[in-house]
């Protein structure tokens, strides 16, 4: 075997070496345009990453210096433990909830601000995207306000007798206040998607389909519907991994009360590393989460993308 | 064009590596104080200025652990960004976490002038003392003075409540006077941390014993149900439930409307430990007058809880023997020097800040009412162990379950059950 230099042609070389500088302005060109961006995202999120995945097989507990490997014991620890799966299952039904109604009020809300006679659209628009720029915090702590004290006043002066106790203490009804101030946050930024969606349907579509003697419901449901499905895959999307991600609003309304029955997954993995000091365990449970994450999102996407018609 | 884009890129790498080295030129020594006693924090910065304005080149600064952060957590993240405070306040039970990163203070003068056993907590194995103990506290009944005054008739004595009969006749008096007896705070690190652990301590005035009883839950062998202090605690808590101001909704209550009630007198009497006070004086209508009433858990007078209160060091400064330089490690021993030997530094931090300072040579004492009680049963030898070394997830599990049980979501059997269930489950 002769190495590859002897029966190359005097083109060849030229188009190999060509081949080469293209390749070298392009990582220039790479590098000057997004070279700070990956060092960032290189710093800040690959390596971080990948350290976690690393501490998933040690037993730290947050600030030793001397740690020991214990193989697949936290993952092991994280199928046996029932407080995990039982927060997981929690937090399913909260996204499954809050994505339905999310989705539904978001796109009602669109189409009713896209019509033709609804007086002060802007206005509402933006009425119904401000909640979206509250911080979660403070909207956990406003909605605590409301449901402890404003609805128990309200029920207990006019006597309606499911507002009469906080529903913030009451282990069944306790999700329902987290699905409600979700829903009220995120409604507004999907309505504000739908919209752009919505606009975007060409007018002589909708046109030649009121010719062709369709009514308001068959234009929606034949028509508008399926040329939305775009802007669905990107709401859903929104709404599956927020919802997953939850922390701040569960934080300040309801702190995982009452006795630990509202502890959604995040604040459960959080308070296995850093409260009950196990970091390996709770960072074993994050990985785990995103897996699920990463596989529920992409699925979703996968077959939604399916669903996409042209027009 | 080329030449300016790899010099502007170059230039950001510059900037960008520029910020990460640290900005140590100043000759000036500067130090930081992780507080994680939110009460004190003003009274702790108003102590770093006076101390940075009287000492040469010495400038102190305090940081808050945020409410709701763990101060294990807030340490954790200020080692990992590599900007440790010079001095980190802790909760007694996880100081011996950072004997890698503490600096041994064997050497320091005031650590023969600690009062005895309040550095058991701050000594690793290898017998190097790691940190300085802060302040004692203590817990139990707090008691609106005005209130019972009335109750009663006259002077009421906090002596004649030793036993749970007594303090049944005593919420029926307030009740009957038409003020409320009492209100049980419904935050899961105080009926877990402080309320529960009362069934661990009145075990035993033996600390070693609490231990192997703590031990026995663990591997399975003990049965709260058959345990009479357990029972007994469990049934004075019951009484309790009955007379509580928030019974029609128990879990709705927070700490701040205790504070407000007892403040203002609209209940007798409130449990909680005397870190409670800056927030009663918010409410206080009666002139300061509190004290202190143990728990009791039987009816037998002589019984080791019904005459006693909890104390113990609750909180204590590492000082960073990692990331701080030679200068600010020795800057932040002076700086506690300063607190347990000057007349100024001591009735700052004593008075100002109202510690009860684990220090015998301190010979001044915090001036508000609920510091005074601890003192006095401290000083009447009326103490119990106050239980720090417990797993750090106790308080958050076991809360839960007495909320259940404060809430008559479970009953007694059930409870107890769970509480066994949560030692069996510790550190597997």
């Known amino acids: ?311 | 064009m080329k030449r300016t884009g790899l010099g502007l890129c170059l230039l950001v790498l510059v900037l960008v590596l520029a910020s990460f080295s640290p900005a140590v030129l100043a000759q000036d020594v500067h130090i930081t104080i992780l507080n994680s006693k939110g009460e004190i924090q003003t009274q702790l910065e108003e102590i770093a200025a006076y101390y940075s304005s009287i000492t040469d080149g010495v400038t102190v600064e305090v940081i808050a652990a945020p409410v709701g952060q763990s101060p294990f957590e807030r340490a954790v993240a200020l080692y990992a960004s590599g900007n440790a405070p010079a001095i980190l306040m802790l909760d007694a039970g996880d100081v011996l976490l950072f004997q890698d990163r503490a600096l041994a203070l064997n050497d320091e003068k005031w650590v023969k002038d600690a009062i005895p056993n309040s550095l058991d907590m701050a000594t690793a194995e290898d017998g190097r003392i790691l940190a300085f103990p802060v302040t004692v506290e203590g817990y139990g009944f707090i008691y609106n003075k005005a209130v019972l005054n009335e109750a009663v008739g006259g002077e009421f004595d906090p002596a004649t409540i030793n036993t749970r009969d007594a303090l049944k006749e005593l919420f029926d008096t307030i009740e009957n006077s038409g003020n409320n007896a009492i209100v049980i705070g419904p935050e899961d690190w105080s009926l877990g941390a402080h309320f529960f652990a009362l069934a661990y301590s009145g075990q035993s005035p033996d600390l070693a014993e609490v231990n192997a009883f703590l031990e026995g839950l663990k591997n399975g062998t003990v049965k709260l149900a058959d345990n009479a202090v357990a029972n007994g605690l469990l049934d004075t808590f019951d009484l309790m439930k009955e007379y509580n101001y928030d019974r029609l909704d128990p879990l709705a209550s927070t700490y701040d409307r205790g504070t407000q009630l007892i403040g203002e007198g609209e209940v007798g009497v409130w449990f909680q430990g005397n870190w409670a006070w800056p927030g009663i004086a918010d409410f206080d209508t009666t002139g300061g007058q509190f004290g202190f009433l143990p728990v009791p858990i039987s009816n037998d007078p002589t019984d080791l809880g019904n005459t006693q209160i909890p104390v113990g060091v609750t909180k204590y400064f590492i000082l960073d023997g990692e990331q701080n330089s030679p200068a600010q490690q020795q800057a932040a021993k002076d700086f506690l020097n300063w607190l347990v030997y000057d007349p100024e530094g001591q009735r700052r931090f004593v008075q100002d800040a109202s510690i009860i300072p684990a220090f015998s040579n301190i010979t001044i004492a915090p001036n508000d009412p609920l510091s005074a009680s601890i003192m006095e049963y401290i000083q009447e030898g009326k103490t119990m162990n106050f239980i720090l070394n417990l797993p750090p997830d106790h308080w958050a599990n076991v809360g839960a379950s007495m909320q259940k049980y404060l809430s008559n979501f479970i009953n007694r059997a059930a409870f107890f059950a769970e509480v066994e269930a949560y030692w069996q489950g510790v550190g597997k």
Not at chain 1, 193 to 221: C, H, M, S, T, Y
């Open chain 1, 1 to 311: 075997m002769f190495p590859a230099f002897f029966v190359c042609t005097k083109s060849e070389v030229q188009r190999v070496l060509a081949l080469e500088k293209r390749f070298i302005d392009k990582l220039k060109t790479y590098l000057i345009f997004a070279g700070p961006t990956t060092l960032a995202f290189l710093t800040v999120i690959i390596l971080p990453f990948l350290f976690g995945i690393y501490l998933t097989f040690t037993n730290w507990d947050g600030i030793a210096k001397a740690y020991d490997f214990v193989g697949f014991s936290n993952y092991v620890t994280v199928f046996r433990d029932d407080a995990f799966w039982r927060s997981f299952l929690l937090t399913v039904k909260y996204v499954a909830y809050t994505v339905v109604i999310v989705n539904t009020l978001g796109f009602i809300l669109a189409y009713i601000l896209t019509g033709d006679q609804v007086p002060g659209q802007n206005l509402l628009r933006t009425g119904f995207f401000v909640p979206n720029l509250i911080g979660g915090i403070i909207l956990g702590l406003v909605w605590r306000f409301i449901f402890s004290n404003i609805l128990v006043f309200i029920g207990r002066q006019l006597n309606i007798s499911f507002l009469s106790y906080s529903w913030l203490t009451n282990p069944d009804k306790v999700l329902w206040t987290l699905v409600i101030v979700s829903v009220w946050q995120y409604s507004g930024y999907m309505m504000i998607i739908f919209i752009a969606g919505l606009v975007n349907i060409p007018k002589d579509l909708i046109e030649a389909a009121r010719i062709d003697g369709a009514n308001g419901f068959q234009r929606l449901r034949m028509l508008i519907l399926p040329l939305m499905v775009p802007s669905f895959i990107v709401t859903v999307f929104l709404t599956i991994q927020r919802g997953f991600m939850v922390y701040d609003v569960n934080l300040a309304l309801t702190q995982g009360g009452p006795f630990k029955t509202s502890e959604l997954i995040s604040m459960h993995v959080y308070e296995k590393a850093f409260l009950a000091q196990q970091y390996g365990v709770g960072q074993s449970q994050a990985f785990f989460l995103f897996l699920l994450v990463a596989a529920i999102s992409v699925t979703q996407v996968y077959f939604s993308k399916k669903l996409e018609v042209e027009a």
